[in-house]
């Protein structure tokens, strides 16, 4: 039984379990709030076996333009925010879940949103979508398991540019690159998705969700080995002056959009 969420719609409808990112102001910024909810929510999901697929979705304008910088963690001890990687334990909760994965993407779909949407099985996106990395401009390394993601999406050469260069990139080009799988016209998001929806909820449940364990546990394992340290890394060089000066500029830039 899924709690009633703050942050989050869930709509079940015989065997496929629909979740959209729903903060109310169009951008669904990743607060501390939404995650562990969307936590939660894929921890639960994996026990349904009537749910053969799940959509990862998002009322609004925008998917999501990513982690909430208006959260202050500053104060919080470095042990303490150590021991809380709640991005890195929702992306692990999204990868384990066994059933097949869609996410479908509108709008900005930045930083940790990218790494959600990648961390799914398979990605279809509107025409008006932009996907980017800014963290490089943030002074930031990306963590949650998002460069493991994406290279094995893009490869390492375009991973290394998306994000490296901090470009945001639109739905041809990720599509192009093996980003997203398909790309929709705006308002046909939901023949779309339901198109990808039938195609693997009609697989046999157990055969699917064990190939998906497998591949997973395949493209992962080497990755999940060496990208340990990746929030070590950020946490270390967290909220420096240049960095604070950065994130402050960059929201200036994203409010005036």
Request: contains cysteine; proline residues 2%; positive net charge.
């Amino acid at each position: 039984k899924m709690d009633k969420y703050k942050y989050l719609e869930v709509k079940k409808r015989s065997d496929v379990t629909n979740v959209f990112l729903n903060r109310g102001d169009g951008n669904n910024a990743l607060s501390e709030g939404l995650m562990l909810e969307l936590t939660d929510f894929s921890t639960k999901i994996r026990k349904d076996t009537k749910t053969r697929v799940v959509t990862f979705g998002a009322q609004g304008k925008n998917f999501s333009v990513g982690f909430d910088l208006n959260e202050a963690q500053s104060d919080q001890e470095l042990l303490h925010r150590w021991k809380h990687n709640v991005g890195r334990d929702l992306m692990q909760a999204i990868l384990n879940i066994e059933q097949i994965t869609i996410c479908s993407i509108h709008g900005y779909c930045l930083g940790g949103a990218a790494v959600i949407a990648s961390a799914c099985d398979f990605r279809i996106a509107a025409k008006n979508t932009q996907v980017g990395y800014p963290e490089i401009d943030l002074g930031m390394n990306l963590t949650w398991l998002g460069l493991p993601l994406v290279v094995n999406l893009v490869g390492i050469s375009r991973a290394k540019k998306m994000v490296i260069g901090g470009d945001f990139y639109g739905a041809d080009a990720l599509l192009d690159w093996g980003f997203v799988d398909e790309v929709f016209e705006d308002s046909k998001e939901e023949k779309c998705l339901d198109k990808w929806v039938q195609k693997y909820a009609s697989k046999p449940p157990l055969a699917a969700q064990m190939i998906k364990r497998s591949a997973n546990e395949l493209a992962m394992t080497l990755f999940k080995g060496i990208s340990h340290t990746d929030y070590d890394q950020f946490l270390l060089t967290n909220y420096s002056e240049d960095q604070k000066k950065a994130v402050r500029k960059f929201l200036t830039k994203t409010k005036n959009k």
